[in-house]
């Protein structure tokens, strides 16, 4: 379509403006057809001429044949109404491409998308829940659009704290490894509030703490063998709650700071032999450019503080190696707090600098806003505590019981509701979490797409036998699309492959929200204006092809959200 707009331009006013956007966008309302665009508006200015006079030749010179009808509206708007034909062609290609017309790259990207990060011996908390369901979607978003994708769970296993849990391990007399890889949460927080007291209370404990980490750090048979205990206690609680969430993490992709800890002094050694490093008050530090505070001195960053410690800069920066060396990424997309994109932004910088970055991998800090009480505060307990993940899941399970018989149905349409409501919003803003409305099964939520799913499954079920072609057959079924309703489900459809491709570009997940939002509504005009098993025919058959067009739009689109879609509900 934008191509005939272009030569009719041309053909109209001229080579020199050629290959000009006409910026199509879907209509606002139906009366204005499924395309419009401003394209008159547009070339008033250069053209020195009326919009609606430049509208009028355009109409006039271009050739849309088959496919559309255009009019003039308004003081200068270009309405576009695709002929029903090719409607109905768009959802028999549908029907027999397994991947709905997304198309596969011609240079797949190897992405690391870095999520979730839930400190090890701590239980998940409502901080979690956003990075978790941001980067499993962003994950399973890159990967439906064809590159190689892997997923880093960027685990805090090292620091001070252990070397903190460990002391009062054995001052409890809990020698045992085994017996601590079996500690629940319950017991690990208990532990870790214990050891806590002692640490800010007792100095000789605090100090036997700080030999512990000393002990840790340099490979002491105990430690190490305590400390890998409360990292294999804490994987096993993680694991229940990816699972119970329906997210993709497994084991397979824990990456914890541990892991980079035998390389921290090398990345000191390099940057200071690369000129970069500079001590400050005994720490070493780097400066990078153009990062300034508020009186306008050079910001640093620190990667070995005073004390010989290192910080996070460290690990970052060691993990930005590994990432680039030894996995030979092309992109790597780091899924946390928005309160954390300075810190990021001055590693990558820094990260540049040394030449360990180079131009050709992208990276990108995903930051997200803050979830909400109903009093727009951050999310707490009536306490005052922050809100753990579990509970979270379990009031959302609660909010949601009454209404349905199946516990796998309860657990699906709960997740639903609480990963729609977070991935609905645009990631830089704070949303009040409200399961009253995350849970209803009308509206802009999860559970009324997973409605539109059970829905359209169900009409499918009643068919006597399977009119509509399997996917890969080459068999359109589709016949003409007479009715508005068929007409708009049919141009919903056709968005799908471009809005994956759109989320896959900029990862934002709230554009395919939206758009399965759309479909959901289309849908349902579709269903209360157009009868499916009371037809016949060929109405028939193209409706029900319709219907599974829909299914597996919905079926895909849900996956690609991390939310179930049920045949049943």
């Known amino acids: 379509m934008s191509a005939h707009l272009q030569d009719a331009v041309v053909a109209c006013f001229g080579d020199a403006h050629a290959g000009i956007d006409p910026e199509l966008r879907p209509a606002t309302r139906p009366e204005f057809g499924h395309l419009q665009s401003n394209l008159p508006l547009r070339l008033a200015g250069p053209l020195g001429l009326a919009p609606r006079e430049i509208g009028t030749r355009l109409l006039d010179a271009v050739d849309l044949g088959d496919l559309a009808t255009a009019e003039l509206a308004g003081a200068g708007f270009l309405n576009l109404t695709w002929s029903p034909a090719v409607l109905g062609e768009a ?11 997304v198309p596969t790259p011609e240079t797949p990207q190897r992405v690391v998308v870095d999520y979730s990060s839930p400190n090890v011996a701590k239980q998940m908390h409502v901080g979690h829940l956003r990075s978790t369901v941001i980067g499993d979607s962003l994950a399973r978003v890159l990967t439906y659009a064809g590159h190689d994708v892997v997923r880093q769970n960027h685990l805090g296993d090292w620091g001070t704290q252990f070397g903190m849990l460990v002391e009062e391990l054995l001052g409890e007399d809990l ?13 690990l927080l208990a532990l870790y509030q214990r050891a806590k007291a002692r640490f800010d209370d007792d100095p000789g404990f605090a100090a036997s703490a700080r030999r512990r980490v000393v002990a840790l750090q340099s490979g002491d048979p105990t430690t190490l063998a305590l400390w890998q205990a409360l990292v ?20 397979d992709d824990f990456d914890g700071e541990s892991r980079y800890n035998p390389q921290l002094p090398g990345v000191v050694d390099d940057l200071r032999a690369s000129g970069l490093l500079t001590e400050s008050a005994g720490a070493q530090v780097v400066y990078p450019d153009g990062f300034a505070g508020r009186d306008g001195a050079p910001l640093p960053l620190i990667v070995r503080k005073a004390d010989g410690g290192f910080g996070y800069a460290a690990t970052d920066l060691a993990t930005i190696r590994h990432r680039v060396d030894d996995l030979a990424v092309d992109r790597v997309v780091y899924v946390v707090d928005h309160r954390q994109s300075h810190h990021f932004d001055m590693v990558f910088a820094v990260a540049r600098a ?8 992208e990276v990108q800090h995903i930051g997200f806003g803050t979830v909400l009480g109903a009093d727009g505060r951050p999310f707490k307990t009536r306490s005052g505590e922050t809100v753990t993940l579990t509970s979270l899941l379990d009031d959302a399970e609660e909010a949601v019981a009454a ?19 977070d991935l609905s919003n645009h990631l830089a803003r704070d949303y009040a979490f409200d399961l009253a409305r995350m849970s209803a099964t009308t509206g ?43 007409q708009r489900l049919a141009l919903e459809l056709t968005g799908f492959a471009p809005v994956v491709a759109k989320v896959a570009d900029t990862l934002e997940p709230h554009h395919l929200t939206a758009y399965l939002y759309g479909l959901s509504t289309a849908l349902t005009a579709f269903y209360e204006n157009c009868p499916v098993l009371k037809a016949d025919g060929e109405v028939r058959q193209t409706r029900l092809a319709l219907c599974e067009a829909t299914r597996r739009v919905l079926s895909d689109g849900l996956r690609l959200l991390g939310i179930e879609a049920p045949r049943r509900m």
């Open 232 to 251: 294999e206690a804490s994987l096993a609680e993680f694991e229940t709650t990816y699972s119970r969430l329906g997210v993709l993490l497994t084991r």
């Open 91 to 101: 959802v028999g290609d549908l029907l027999t491409d397994p991947h709905l017309g």
């Open 354 to 361: 040394a030449g360990w970055l180079p131009d050709s991998v």
């Open 403 to 421: 209404r349905y018989d199946n516990p796998e149905v309860v657990r699906a349409v709960a997740n639903a509701a609480v990963k729609y409501a």
């Open 175 to 187: 020698h045992d490894p085994a017996a601590v890889a079996g500690l629940d949460m319950s017991e």
């Open 444 to 486: 802009e939520t999860g559970p009324y797409l997973q409605y539109a799913h059970a829905r359209v499954c169900s009409i499918l079920a009643q068919a006597p036998q399977q009119t509509y072609p399997p996917t890969g057959s080459g068999h359109r079924a589709v016949g003409t699309l007479s009715h508005p309703a068929e």
